[in-house]
């Protein structure tokens, strides 16, 4: 396995070996012993579908103790995929790194607790997978605006389609964001 730094710390883009043949593929999709900059005890694997491009999911993530890194891959179709440092105090804060993942690439993001994260679909029938650290908790569950200008994402869209709970996002100045950085 590949392990890229990105701008963002502790965010990192993950390149698998793929071995292949005539008969088609394997490749292993996390490793602790491979990458041990990526030290969670995974306890949740989640999977969405998208049926059209242009579905924006996010910005996400869950507050206080239920903060989760996430491990995000595109199975089948392509994505851009967005990681927003929401840590107060950091020297990114409210920077973002996007990638593009897709089944053919099979690239993957290691996104950790403190980060907001996103996607948007670039093709039609896109299925996302992602291995959680914690637990999904509906009461902490938050969301921020896609476009907030603080933030500034290029997502290369101008009318995605969205959710009614990304529609209603706040900004993060008006969020209850708890993330805060600590060296």
Known sequence: MNLIKTKLEGVYIVEPQVI???????????SRIKIPEITCDFCQDNQSYSKEKGILRGIHFQNGEYAQAKLVRCVRGTVLDVAVDLRKGSPTYREWVAVELSAENKKQLFIPRGFGHGFVTLTDDVEFVYKADNY?????????KFDDPEIGVEWGIENPILSEKDTKAPLLKDSDCSFVYNK
């Open 136 to 144: 999904y908790n509906y009461e902490s569950d938050r969301s921020v």
């Open 20 to 30: 292949g043949d005539e008969r088609g593929w394997f490749m292993e999709t996390y």
